[in-house]
């Protein structure tokens, strides 16, 4: 992986519009092919370093217990061996690439990614994005092929990665709550040779806007709408 602004690099190379990232579509094997037919450029898939593999999952998971949980709801761990190895086999050759949002595990889940990239066939484009700067250095360090890029869900995290960006140019972009986004931000990454992907957005009139200001990738659930609004 080249440094930020070192070389050329587009989420979906040589087509206008932005990026359009299917938010959680790799979290289960059902309906891969369906969204990538929609038109999905990156699928999204949420991972957990638990006991040396990946957990596929959205929601965190009680200690202890195979429980997964979010704000408003319980439900017990799926039964079977989904991982992102199988999601790669599910997704090559359908013309999606895969956009992985690292939870935890810093260098040990960079280092697992390594293992799966060697052993399974998997998309062209991969993307991955962490909140954790040790997983990313250790991406640009294990998987060069891989594009990382930092997390930021809060102000507090946006303003430390700004005071940072000019020191540590490894991400090659950032993957922002598009809540915390204005022209004026989105401008200064750009500025500082970045790449922006907005998330999670599904109100077509925000989406405009930030297409407007230029963002490189929306992340969202309606891929369909946004790809015939902003696909050229």
């Not at 297409?211 to 050229?232: K, N, S």
């Amino acid at each position: 992986m080249s440094e930020a602004g070192a070389g050329p690099f587009d989420l979906v190379p040589a087509r206008g519009g932005p990026a359009i990232i299917a938010h959680g579509a790799g979290n289960s094997a059902a309906g891969v092919r369906d969204v990538v037919s929609a038109g999905a450029d990156y699928l999204e898939v949420d991972l957990w370093l638990r006991d040396g593999q990946f957990e596929v999952r959205h929601e965190r998971r009680m200690r202890w217990l195979p429980i997964l949980f979010e704000k408003w709801y319980l439900r017990r761990l799926p039964r079977g061996n989904y991982g992102l190895a199988e999601l790669m086999r599910e997704s090559a050759g359908q013309g999606a690439g895969l956009f992985l949002d690292l939870k935890d595990g810093g260098a040990a889940a960079a280092a697992l990614l390594r293992r799966i990239l060697t052993i399974s066939p998997h998309p062209e484009r991969i993307v991955a994005s962490s909140q954790q700067w040790r997983a990313l250095r250790a991406i640009n360090e294990m998987t060069p092929e891989v594009e990382a890029f930092y997390s930021i869900d809060v102000h507090a995290k946006l303003d430390l990665f700004l005071s940072v960006a000019d020191r540590d140019t490894r991400p090659r972009g950032v993957s922002c709550r598009h809540s915390l986004l204005t022209e004026r931000i989105v401008k200064e990454l750009h500025e500082r040779g970045l790449l922006v992907v907005a998330w999670t957005v599904d109100d077509l009139e925000r989406a405009r806007e930030l297409v407007a200001w230029g963002v490189d990738g929306l992340t969202t659930h309606r891929v369909d709408e946004m790809r015939r609004e902003f696909v050229l």
